[in-house]
Every structure is written in C-alpha cells, then in structure tokens.
C-alpha cells in the first residue's frame, strides 16, 4: 500500500457555470477556452469541465491596472 495522499477534488464547473459568474453567454466561454483561447478547461469524456482557481487566475489575468504617471 503507498501512503501517498490523493489530491483534493474540486468541484468542477459546466461551461454554464463559468457563463453565470462571469457573465459571459456560453459561447464566448467557449470561445475563450483552450486551444481556442486562454482558459484552461478539463475534457471529460464529451464533457469540457473547468477548476474554479483557472477561472479565476483567468479574469485576474484580465484586470487592466491604470498606469502610473511618474
């Protein structure tokens, strides 16, 4: 027996999952995943699945910080 422990399993979100929170319609989620864009997802099967920390580093990805006038 190996004493590794398995990692946590997080709850994964359905392409409307991620449309609802980020207020996207689906197929611009879809749209934005990998490969076609910059949102890591997780295919299951015919499913494409996505960890809630990606969605979020994705949209943090995304803030456009003012720049500083020195």
């Known amino acids: 027996m190996s004493n590794a422990v398995a990692p946590a399993v997080t709850k994964l979100l359905s392409i409307r999952d991620v449309a609802d929170q980020t207020g996207l319609c689906e197929k611009s989620v879809w749209n934005a995943s990998a490969p076609r864009g910059s ?14 920390g990606d969605v979020t580093a994705w949209i943090e990805s995304r803030v456009i910080r003012p720049v500083s006038a020195e």
């Open 39 to 52: 949102l890591p997802c997780v295919k299951l099967g015919a499913r494409v699945m996505y960890r809630p």
